[in-house]
């Protein structure tokens, strides 16, 4: 049967060319089949009216460490980048294919996996980069373990070159971050918590940008969470690196005070940092520094979490909040609503190589239609996600997800 | 050094009489932050009826007798332990303490399972000690009786700074306009953080003296003044808090050996010459003599105030029990 759906008066955004006007988009199976304003002369094509609300590209989520796609697909995320730190390590072709292949089965999202940098993410010999991105891999990274053998670096990046290949690093100097869990910072002084210091990303992040432009090699960094460290990038950046980065919703709402109490729910990697590091990423995404907003979506249960601040495991879900907490920066004039888009669809594509994140004709039928003004409460026994380990449980905010379209099928739909 | 001198002397705030028997407004003794100078008052007022209880033939009431008091110590402790055991026992509660030694406590859900059971015995009161800061309050929140703090981690160990603050006062009379330097391992000291937040509370003025390496960041920003030199930060001081420096804790990079910190950090005479000539010298305990402390600093009864210390915390604990068992007892059950 051949599937062809119109979706009409909707506010269509493209990121990827800068449109954003009242419209019709028509999709023939899994492809974008038109744009603009399109009549059905038939009246036999299945219409849809989006009532004004957005509809732009599906968003693309550079950082996740679970599939989750119930989650995913009710937070408008339409394509998953699974990291590499699963049961077993994802640091081999096979490991590749059998995620690619298992998510084709169960997952109603794409997913595509970042493959290891290293060999069982121990940070000493390559994995095989190549074969990787040839079954699939989008980039390699080793996750939460930052490379920190400058040697090692050096050669993945050179070798990284033949292939075009981008590396994400997870910018943590290992041995000035030793023992400490929280930003090193008032906060953690007060409440007695072992710190880690911003210079710990500094350092990781000034050093990848020598070794990047020293190679020519692409260099993404994963999580950046300082004022210096959002610096450090704009800088490699105005000296003509190859550098990207990424920062996800919870460093842009929360510092260290979110540690007060010791809830182990505003425990991520790196640490919460402080005010003027916060409002500095926020003005990284509104001059471009920033390029990509990832939900680093973390499912982690009340066993792992209920626990003493020091042996509690670190993270959050992400999915679900991901669009509302970006949209509340829009709603906050920070930074304009195609930047913040542009963040969670064309610019991942573009750095992974991926066809999606953009509406053209051709492009994948991957597709999100959300309210922007609509208020909602965020609710932890609502979310959909494995795990409700969230820290902004009872915050209000505004932009909800009204319909998840992947490869042209409603996989969400409020 | 008369009782009269000693009630007069607090900050002005602390003034105000709770009226006898009126409850105290915490259910838990988690850290001095939560306190305010009056309910500091309170608590030292209070130990300083159990100092004289303690000094008679017969030292044991049975205000409390019928009430069960569990100590659950994570950590290992001589002192504190044997002094809250002392406490209760004077004040007639029974007393148990359960050593959860660190083999057979180590993960979350055990810690949480120990909770839910010991509060099914149906304690009165449980004092608890553990490694990590944030542990006792976690605790707290899975219990029905009082949860006094006996240290956690980094973070807090109120009974220390409330029985530090009742050795100040009896000795000098008063607390507010004091100038308290506090010495040493900081960054790894709990009894440094409740210190500060008592003395700034009471009005006194907090100086930290300390190898940079031992000073956490920003914690001048809790109202304290900051040298690294013992010279400078010595002078003229009314009272000089030596810490235990955390030898398990060192790990090679805070300092390059004992006897360099002994050099420049030691308490020695020479160093205590700069403070006023009547300061005090005090120490949490135990002592690492010839590290941070010279014998014959810590053995002059003179300056010394330690040996006092350990007395008063007997009293400042029987304090605690009391003050956080009231609503347990019946109205007008007061010791």
């Known amino acids: 049967m051949s599937q062809v759906t119109l979706y009409t008066n909707a506010r269509l955004i493209d990121p990827a060319t800068g449109m954003d006007q009242l419209g019709d988009i028509l999709i023939e199976h899994d492809k974008i089949a038109e744009i603009g304003t399109i009549k059905d002369n038939t009246g036999l094509i299945e219409t849809v009216d989006c009532g004004g609300r957005i509809l732009a590209p599906g968003l693309i989520d550079m950082r996740t460490h679970d599939v989750d796609s119930k989650s995913a697909s009710a937070g408008g995320i339409t394509t998953i980048i699974l990291q590499p730190d699963q049961k077993t ?29 290293t060999k069982g993410m121990k940070g000493t010999e390559l994995a095989e980069m190549g074969s990787m991105l040839a079954a699939g891999a989008v980039a390699v990274s080793d996750c939460r373990a930052s490379i ?58 000034e050093r990848d940008a020598l070794l990047s432009r020293m190679t020519g090699a692409r260099v ?70 920033v390029d990509c907003i990832v939900s680093d979506h973390d499912p982690r249960s009340e066993d792992v979490k209920r626990l003493p601040l020091a042996q509690a495991d670190a993270g959050i879900v992400g999915f679900e909040t991901l669009l509302a907490l970006s949209l509340s920066h829009v709603h906050a004039e920070s930074f304009d609503l195609m930047t913040a888009l542009k963040a969670m669809t064309t610019t991942p594509a573009n750095l992974l190589g991926l ?25 932890d026994t609502k979310l959909k996600s494995s795990e409700k380990n969230t820290p902004f449980d ?18 969400f739909n409020s | 050094m008369s009782k009269d001198a000693t009630h007069k002397d607090s900050y002005p705030r602390a ?28 608590l030292l007022d209070q130990a300083d009826i159990y100092v004289g209880q303690s000094r008679q033939r017969n030292k044991s009431t049975p205000h409390l007798s019928g009430l069960t008091q569990i100590n659950l110590f994570f950590e290992n402790s001589t002192r504190t332990l044997g002094s809250f055991e002392i406490a209760g026992k004077r004040l007639g509660m029974d007393t148990v303490s359960m050593s959860a030694a660190t083999s057979s406590v180590k993960k979350g859900e055990t810690l949480l399972d120990t909770a839910v059971t010991l509060n099914a015995m149906r304690p009165d009161v449980l ?209």
Not at chain 1, 235 to 255: D, E, W
Not at chain 1, 266 to 279: F, H, I, Q, T
Not at chain 1, 398 to 407: M, R, Y
Not at chain 2, 15 to 42: A, R
């Open chain 1, 89 to 117: 390590i994802i640091d081999s072709e096979d490991e590749v294919e059998r995620i690619c292949d298992r998510a084709s089965r169960k997952s109603s999202v794409n997913v595509r996996p970042m493959g290891a940098a």
């Open chain 1, 148 to 205: 920190t053998n400058a040697r090692v670096m050096r050669r993945m990046m050179e070798y990284a070159t033949h292939f075009d290949g981008l590396i994400v690093n997870f910018a943590e100097d290992p041995a000035l971050a030793e023992g400490g869990f929280a930003h090193e910072g008032a906060t953690a002084t007060k409440l007695g918590l072992a710190g880690i210091p911003v210079e710990a990303e500094v350092t990781m992040i």
């Open chain 1, 220 to 289: 993404h960094i994963a999580l950046v969470s300082s004022a210096a460290g959002i610096d450090a990038v704009r800088r490699a950046k105005a000296a003509g690196t190859k550098i990207t980065c990424s920062v996800a919703p919870h460093y842009l709402h929360l510092n260290d005070n979110a540690l007060e109490g010791y809830r182990t729910f505003a425990k991520v990697s790196p640490p919460l940092r402080g005010e003027e590091d916060r409002l500095a990423l926020i003005t990284g995404i509104a001059d471009g520094t």
């Open chain 1, 355 to 379: 066809k999606a994140g953009r509406l053209a004709k051709g492009a994948p039928a991957d597709l999100v239609i959300f309210d922007l003004g609509k208020p909602w409460v965020i609710t």
């Open chain 1, 394 to 411: 009872t915050l209000p905010v505004q932009g909800k997800v009204w319909q998840t379209i992947v490869g042209g099928a409603v996989v």
């Open chain 2, 15 to 42: 003034e105000v009489t709770l009226p006898n028997g009126s409850h105290f407004s915490h259910k838990h003794l988690l850290g001095i932050e939560d306190l305010d100078p009056v309910e500091i008052k309170v």
């Open chain 2, 127 to 335: 004092v608890i000690r553990h490694g990590d800061s944030g542990t006792v309050k976690l605790l707290a929140e899975k219990m029905d009786c009082a949860v006094i703090n006996a240290g956690d981690g980094r973070h807090e160990h109120p009974t220390q700074a409330l029985l530090d603050a009742l050795t100040i006062r009896n000795r000098k009379g008063k607390l507010h306009g004091l100038t308290v330097a506090i010495c040493g391992d900081v960054t790894h000291s709990r009894v440094a953080r409740s210190n500060i937040l008592l003395l700034n509370a009471m009005g006194a003025r907090v100086r930290l003296i300390a190898p940079p390496t031992l000073l956490p960041k920003d914690v001048e920003r809790m109202g304290v003044t900051l040298f690294t030199s013992m010279e400078d930060g010595l002078k003229d001081v009314d009272v000089v808090m030596m810490l235990r420096l955390q030898q398990e804790r060192m790990e090679g990079s805070f300092l390059p050996s004992l006897s360099e910190y002994y050099r420049f950090w030691g308490l020695t005479r020479e160093k205590l010459a700069f403070a006023k000539d009547d300061a005090l010298v005090m120490h949490p305990g135990p002592m690492n003599r010839g590290v941070e402390i010279a014998s014959d600093v810590a053995d002059d009864l003179e300056k010394s105030a330690i040996q006092e210390q350990v007395e008063m915390g007997v009293a400042v604990r029987m304090a605690c029990l009391d003050v956080f068992t009231r609503d347990r007892r019946p109205e007008g059950d007061i010791a």
